[in-house]
T-cell receptor
Framework: GAVVSQHPSWVICKSGTSVKIECRSL??????MFWYRQFPKQSLMLMAT?????????EQGVEKDKFLINHASLTLSTLTVTSAHPEDSSFYIC????????FGQGTRLTVV | QKEVEQDPGPLSVPEGAIVSLNCTYS??????FMWYRQYSRKGPELLMY????GNKEDGRFTAQVDKSSKYISLFIRDSQPSDSATYLC???????????FGTGTRLTIIP
């Protein structure tokens, strides 16, 4: 099946710094990728839809200035958590591929 | 009311038992139905993908869709401890790439 690679798998950062998470589709081109956030023992919450060559579409309640998304090529989307705070600590997951969405391995972000 | 309802569990069954996981949905526009398995601290892994009413079998897994009742199921036969994970149902409307997830069911297979 298709492979989506996400990097890093975990990151610890200081409060106030920014963190960039990469999502790559390894064997197919993805004009659209999705970014999710998942809290412990909860389901995935869609944050935004990343569109290649255009602005991302954010879900209601998600701060677009806080969570910057860039989809510069057909195989790479990045999520930057700007000025991270402890409440941003979470598991972030990307996906790509229509219908049969394929997910990255996830990134565990801890802000201290 | 959520668009997709799924019992969060937890569900514990002995090894070798048949497991039944279920989701109901309210949006009749959903056309494609998926089941994902998610191990702790990992991304979801696609298990089954169906788009029509009826059964689809893949090894020990059977996905069942009943569009008239807006009900989908995943059956796991001969359950193994390695099947212990959270199982998420997801569905999508035609022409849309956004998935709508259930809350996930935490399953534990007891050796």
């Amino acid at each position: 099946g298709a492979v989506v690679s996400q990097h890093p798998s975990w990151v610890i950062c200081k409060s106030g710094t920014s963190v960039k998470i990469e999502c790559r589709s390894l064997d197919f081109q993805a004009t659209t990728m999705f970014w999710y956030r998942q809290f412990p023992k909860q389901s995935l919450m869609l944050m935004a839809t990343s569109n290649e060559g255009s602005k991302a579409t954010y879900e209601q309640g998600v701060e677009k200035d806080k969570f910057l998304i860039n989809h510069a090529s057909l195989t790479l989307s990045t999520l930057t958590v700007t000025s991270a705070h402890p409440e941003d600590s979470s598991f972030y997951i990307c996906s790509a591929g229509a219908s049969e969405a394929f997910f990255g391995q996830g990134t565990r972000l801890t802000v201290v | 009311q959520k668009e997709v309802e799924q019992d969060p569990g937890p569900l514990s069954v002995p090894e070798g038992a048949i497991v039944s996981l279920n989701c109901t949905y309210s949006n009749s526009a959903f056309q494609y139905f998926m089941w994902y398995r998610q191990y702790s601290r990992k991304g979801p892994e696609l298990l089954m993908y169906t788009y029509s009413s009826g059964n689809k079998e893949d090894g020990r897994f059977t996905a069942q869709v009943d569009k008239s009742s807006k009900y989908i199921s995943l059956f796991i036969r001969d359950s193994q401890p390695s099947d212990s994970a959270t199982y998420l149902c997801a569905m999508i409307t035609a022409g849309n790439e956004k998935l709508t997830f259930g809350t996930g069911t935490r399953l534990t297979i007891i050796p």
